[in-house]
């Protein structure tokens, strides 16, 4: 079945950079599908941070504009967040989301699939 693992959280001061991963398996190379970060603090509903489309564009929320990058190596089902100049308001638990476009040739479902989340805390 789908799954996405998230790594990379943990704990820094504020202006340091940490960089996320998340790793995708159970599905063939051939599906195509977008994959997003998002993040959730504590008391405040999940929110979109950055996500990179099928066709390898990027988008990202206001408040991480210029600080945030998102990559990805499709050879490895990976995608990456780099995040630099972070601030306090950064910390939250960040998830990993893979949106599956359906092509049946290649036993793709059309779904939403989630991580665990990560931990990234930041410190003033």
């Known amino acids: 079945q789908v799954q996405v693992v998230e790594s990379g959280g943990g704990s820094v001061q504020a202006g340091g950079s940490l960089r996320l991963s998340c790793a995708g398996s159970g599905y063939s190379s051939s599906c195509n599908y977008d994959m997003s970060w998002y993040r959730q603090a504590p008391g405040k509903e999940r929110e979109f941070v950055s996500g990179i489309g099928r066709d390898g564009s990027a988008s990202y929320a206001d408040s991480v504009k210029g600080r945030f990058t998102t990559s990805q190596d499709k050879a490895k089902k990976m995608v990456f967040l780099q995040m630099n100049s972070l601030k306090p308001e950064d910390t939250a638990i960040y998830y990993c989301?893979?949106?599956?476009?359906?092509?049946?040739?290649?036993?793709?479902?059309?779904?939403?699939?989630w991580g665990q989340g990560t931990q990234v805390t930041v410190s003033s």
């Open positions: 989301m893979l949106h599956m476009y359906r092509y049946v040739w290649y036993g793709c479902k059309e779904s939403d699939y």
